[in-house]
């Protein structure tokens, strides 16, 4: 039996937002579907954000972008390919090597995640702020004075 060579790949899927808004479990389903079949191993999975597209896709106005990060023998890549573009969930997906990506990129906080965040703390307008420091400015010398 020969070794199988596993490298590191990046997947961005787009995926229609109505479908994966009302069956969020069955979109990461069939995402999971097609790397298991792909023989790829799961490093990664998470929701990028959902966003208005420049121009229909598939007659859809809107997507919702899924960050997917695998390790895979690059051989499967071709299938996996493939099995996207046989999917009608998915409306398009972009793998690139990810080799060169550290793991702390890899477990960056996506914009959604990081809006998220935003709306669960509490905005506290009430506390004065001191803007006075803010207003001062160095003064910088004159080009005069440097020259003399």
């Not at 999975?45 to 229909?56: A, G, M, N, Q, S």
């Amino acid at each position: 039996m020969a070794n199988r060579v596993m490298r590191k790949y990046e997947v961005m899927f787009l995926v229609d937002s109505a479908s994966a808004a009302s069956n969020w479990d069955a979109t990461v389903k069939t995402i999971e579907t097609i790397m298991d079949r792909a023989g790829a191993q799961s490093v990664n999975l998470k929701k990028w954000d959902d966003r208005r597209l420049c121009y229909p896709i598939k007659g859809h106005n809107r997507g919702t972008y899924i960050l997917a990060y695998f390790e895979a023998d690059p051989t499967s890549i071709t299938g996996m390919e493939r099995d996207v573009q046989i999917s009608e969930e998915i409306l398009r997906a972009l793998i690139l090597n990810a080799e060169n990506i550290p793991d702390d990129i890899i477990n960056m906080p996506t914009p959604d995640q990081l809006a998220d965040k935003k709306q669960e703390e509490p905005s506290d307008e009430s506390d004065p702020v001191d803007r006075e420091g803010d207003a001062e400015e160095d003064e910088e010398p004159d080009i005069e004075d440097i020259t003399e």
